[in-house]
């Protein structure tokens, strides 16, 4: 069974720092492409970052690019989104997801423009960013 589960979600002040896990189960996480994405109160889900298993490379959008990180450890079958300089505007609910190899792949243009698809979902945890 394919399952993902996010961990890590909370309530941070603005300028700290968090680390969401996303604990896969049922496929091997690193023949995967994955991603993060997000979804504010009233706002469509958007996509943070992802890799791209076609190529190896790593993406973010722009409002996070050089505050988040993305990586996996696939000794652990475990994805992570790490956070800093967090701001009032990352608060959402964070999303971790997996696109089988054979699917198409993130991309800079999929990730800028919110049209990248991907087949695993997890169920969220939520992010809160306040003083």
């Known amino acids: 069974q394919v399952e993902l589960v996010e961990s890590g979600g909370g309530l941070v002040q603005p300028g700290g720092s968090l680390r969401l896990s996303c604990a896969a189960s049922?496929?091997?996480?690193?023949?995967?492409?994955i991603g993060w994405f997000r979804q504010a109160p009233g706002q469509e889900r958007e996509g943070v970052s992802c890799?791209?298993?076609?190529?190896?490379?790593?993406y973010y959008t722009n409002s996070v690019k050089g505050r988040f990180t993305i990586s996996r450890d696939g000794s652990k079958n475990t994805m992570y989104l790490q956070m800093n300089s967090l701001k009032p505007e990352d608060t959402a609910v964070y999303y971790c997801?997996?696109?089988?190899?054979?699917?198409?792949?993130?991309?800079?243009?999929?990730?800028?423009?919110?049209?990248?698809?991907?087949?695993?979902w997890g169920k969220g945890t939520l992010v809160t960013v306040a003083s």
């Open positions: 997801a997996a696109v089988h190899p054979s699917s198409p792949q993130c991309t800079e243009n999929t990730l800028q423009e919110n049209t990248v698809r991907m087949g695993f």
């Open positions: 049922g496929f091997p996480l690193d023949h995967y492409g």
């Open positions: 890799i791209s298993i076609a190529d190896g490379k790593t």
